[in-house]
C-alpha cells in the first residue's frame, strides 16, 4: 500500500460527458501528478501540482484540468468526453520535486461509451 | 529534449536465470533516472533511482542498475530471475533544473517468466 489514494476506481461514463477524478496524497507529500495509461499511448504525464500551484505540465488536453485544494487532495476533471479517453489513470505523490521517488495510487478505470 | 527508449517491448526468461531490461535515455541536463515495476492490475511502485550519486544503483527485490553516461543507458539487471518477476517495467527520466520540469516514461518491457 502506497498511502495514494484514488477515487473512484471505476467510472463508466457516455461520450461528451464529464468525470472528476480524485486523489488524497501520502501523508506529508506536498506534490501531486497525474498520468494516463492507455495500451496506445503507454504511460503519459499528465501535470504535477506543488502545495496548490501548478508546477510542470505534460500531454495534458485542454478539455482535461486539474486542481490542488488547500488539504493538498487532487481532483482531475475530464471533459467533453471522447471514446479515446478511456483508459487507466494514476496519480502519484512525492515529497516535493518531480526528482523526487513518486508513490502511486491504485489508479481509476474510466471507460467512455 | 529529453526521452527514454526501452528497447525490447518483451523479454522472457527461465526461472534462476539473469534478467537484463535496457533503456537508453537523452537529457540536456544532469537526469534522475529511475526503474518502476507494474505487476497486473497494480499501480506502479519504485524499484530503484539514480540521481548522481553512485553510478551502480542497488533496489529492491535483488534488482540493480548501471548508469552509463558515455552510452546514455540505464539498463536494469538481476542475476536469477523468481517467478514473481513477472510484471511490466518502466525506466523514467525526470529532470527539474531545465525551464520546463518534466517526466517521460518509457514504453515498458513486459517481462515473462518462465518455470
Known sequence: DSGVTQTPKHLITATGQRVTLRCSPRSGDLSVYWYQQSLDQGLQFLIQYYNGEERAKGNILERFSAQQFPDLHSELNLSSLELGDSALYFCASSVGTITDTQYFGPGTRLTVL | ?115
Open chain 2, 1 to 115: 529534449a529529453q526521452s527514454v527508449t526501452q528497447l525490447d517491448s518483451h523479454v522472457s526468461v527461465s526461472e534462476g536465470t539473469p534478467v537484463l531490461l535496457r533503456c537508453n535515455y537523452s537529457s540536456s541536463y544532469s537526469p534522475s533516472l529511475f526503474w518502476y515495476v507494474q505487476h497486473p492490475n497494480k499501480g506502479l511502485q519504485l524499484l530503484l533511482k539514480y540521481t548522481s550519486a553512485a553510478t551502480l544503483v542497488k533496489g529492491i527485490n535483488g534488482f540493480e542498475a548501471e548508469f552509463k553516461k558515455s552510452e546514455t543507458s540505464f539498463h536494469l539487471t538481476k542475476p536469477s530471475a523468481h517467478m514473481s518477476d513477472a510484471a511490466e517495467y518502466f525506466c523514467v527520466v525526470s529532470e527539474r533544473f531545465s525551464s520546463a520540469s518534466k517526466i517521460i516514461f518509457g514504453s515498458g518491457t513486459r517481462l515473462s517468466i518462465r518455470p
